[in-house]
């Protein structure tokens, strides 16, 4: 039998666990205070609808998907995005929700992919989708999440960098620019972004291949070829950010590779993690992305974060998360009299919210302040033969040593003040 997990995959285990649990509840939270309600979508779906919406011929669809057939011979594919799964939850049930809607989602995704740090086949994100307006202040404040969320976690190497892709109206010239610039350097690309100028020539300005990317330093970019509306848009973009005191670089060169994708794209990047690995979140407006599912035009914009990369780049950035998953307390019994004293006031304090644990079984002393040690307990509550008969409590602190006595009836109030 093989004990580790698949491959790509990782098991969470205290501290780590904890950590991520801690972001988790962060992202909830800071969604709730935005004004975005939760949603869940299936871990699966029907396999139509990434590749709809990602294209057939795209590295999800053909390389990166977890693609399988059910006993009634269905195509099913494990998620590897949230907004198409959002998207379509919305159109099935859009007559009983607010317009526009406020959507967020933490959960596991899936790519097939080598394997590596910050870049699991099995990883966790935060995302948030913004369906039903087209306004520029839906993607300052969805920006404005993801800014909240890295720098709330004290992260201060990261930089946001922001571009405006047009729309289908001013896209179509800028495209026929650039597959002639494609096209007149077609023999210093590589084979996958030679397959790209007839199908997704967008896609050429995310390859990383060294030829490919010395190519597309010089080529023609969106921005210049820009409509008045989809200009304005983006201006008033920008306002927004800096009216919302967030930092940025516009980046000429950020793009979104498929056709529903318009206007404002974006990314977080981090200076803490390797460049392969850097990009912390992801976003843009994807107006076209109803239409493309069979929905009426309805505008949209939202993006996905990486917590596990936000993990790496807390480590890499020497910066610690707080975690709640410890117990506040332990509980030692020692003598005739403690075993009954130890769970009524192990009952107490559960009562009042304050995390506590005890041993199951009679334990020597030191056995049970080891075992308090190793729950990453902050206080251990001691009752032997003399506290018994006194009614109190001795406390030490384990994290300095340091030994209070304090009232049997006082020992809840105590440690929630301390803890």
């Given at each position: 039998?093989?004990?580790?997990?698949p491959r790509?995959?990782?098991?969470l285990?205290p501290?780590?666990s904890e950590q991520?649990l801690?972001?988790e509840?962060?992202?909830?939270e800071?969604?709730?205070?935005?004004?975005?309600?939760?949603v869940q979508?299936?871990?699966?779906e029907?396999?139509?609808?990434?590749?709809?919406t990602?294209?057939e011929?795209s590295?999800?669809?053909?390389?990166?998907?977890y693609?399988?057939?059910?006993?009634?011979g269905?195509?099913?594919?494990l998620r590897p995005?949230?907004t198409?799964p959002?998207?379509?939850?919305?159109?099935?049930?859009?007559?009983d929700?607010?317009?526009p809607?406020?959507?967020?989602y933490v959960?596991?995704?899936?790519?097939h992919?080598r394997?590596?740090a910050?870049?699991?086949?099995e990883?966790r994100q935060?995302?948030i989708?913004?369906?039903?307006?087209?306004?520029p202040g839906?993607?300052v404040e969805?920006?404005?999440?993801a800014?909240?969320?890295?720098?709330?976690?004290?992260?201060?190497?990261?930089?946001?960098?922001?571009?405006?892709?047009?729309?289908p109206?001013c896209?179509s010239?800028?495209r026929d620019v650039?597959v002639?610039?494609?096209?007149d350097?077609?023999?210093a690309l590589?084979?996958?972004?030679r397959?790209?100028i007839?199908?997704?020539?967008?896609?050429?300005f995310?390859?990383?291949e060294?030829g490919?990317?010395s190519v597309?330093?010089?080529?023609?970019v969106i921005?210049d070829?820009l409509?008045d509306?989809?200009?304005e848009h983006f201006?008033a973009?920008?306002?927004?950010?800096?009216i919302?005191?967030?930092?940025?670089?516009?980046?000429?060169?950020?793009?979104?590779g498929?056709?529903?994708y318009?206007?404002?794209?974006?990314?977080?990047?981090?200076?803490?993690?390797?460049?392969?690995?850097a990009?912390?979140?992801g976003?843009?407006?994807y107006?076209?992305?109803?239409?493309?599912?069979?929905g009426r035009?309805?505008?949209g914009?939202?993006?996905?974060?990486?917590?596990?990369r936000?993990?790496?780049?807390?480590?890499?950035?020497?910066?610690?998360?707080a975690?709640?998953?410890?117990?506040?307390?332990f509980?030692v019994?020692?003598?005739?009299?403690?075993?009954?004293l130890?769970?009524n006031l192990?009952?107490?304090l559960r009562?009042?919210?304050?995390a506590?644990?005890?041993a199951?079984?009679?334990?020597?002393l030191?056995?049970?302040l080891?075992m308090?040690?190793?729950?990453g307990?902050?206080?251990?509550?001691?009752i032997?033969?003399r506290?018994?008969?006194?009614?109190?409590?001795t406390?030490?602190?384990?994290?300095d040593?340091?030994?209070?006595e304090?009232?049997?009836g006082?020992v809840?109030p105590w440690?929630s003040?301390?803890?």
């Open positions: 039998m093989e004990l580790s997990p790509g995959t990782a098991d285990f501290p780590r991520m801690a972001l509840r962060s992202a909830h800071l969604a709730r205070v935005h004004g975005y309600r939760y979508t299936p871990a699966f029907h396999t139509e609808l990434f590749a709809r990602s294209g011929s590295d999800i669809v053909t390389k990166e998907m693609t399988f057939e059910d006993k009634g269905r195509s099913l594919t995005e949230g198409a959002v998207m379509r939850a919305y159109l099935e049930h859009q007559q929700l607010p317009l809607f406020k959507a967020y959960g596991s995704f899936w790519r992919g394997p590596q910050g870049r699991l086949r990883f935060l995302g989708e913004v369906i039903g307006t087209d306004a839906a993607d969805t920006i404005l999440v800014d909240r969320f890295l720098r709330g976690h004290g992260l201060a190497t990261t930089t946001l960098k922001v571009n405006s892709i047009g729309d109206s896209r010239a800028y650039l002639a610039y494609l096209r350097h077609e023999d590589c084979k996958d972004c397959a790209r007839d199908t997704n020539p967008l896609r050429t995310d390859c990383k060294e490919c990317r597309m330093a010089d080529a023609p921005a070829h409509c509306a989809c200009a201006t973009v920008q306002e927004g950010l800096a919302e005191e967030v930092p940025f670089e516009i980046d000429r060169r950020l793009v979104r498929l056709d529903y318009t206007r404002t794209a974006f990314e977080f990047v981090s200076e803490a993690l390797p460049a392969a690995q990009t912390l979140c976003g843009g407006r107006d076209g992305l109803a239409e493309e599912l069979g035009p309805t505008p914009i939202g993006f996905g974060l990486g917590l596990e936000v993990l790496l780049a807390l480590e890499n950035e020497q910066l610690g998360i975690t709640t998953g410890s117990p506040a307390c509980v019994g020692i003598g005739d009299e403690a075993p009954v130890v769970r192990v009952r107490t009562r009042m919210g304050v506590s644990e005890a199951f079984e009679e334990r020597p030191k056995a049970q080891k308090a040690d190793r729950a307990a902050r206080f251990a509550a001691i032997g033969d506290e018994a008969e006194e009614r109190v409590v406390i030490k602190d384990l994290r040593g340091s030994q209070s304090v009232p049997l006082e809840g440690i003040s301390r803890a």
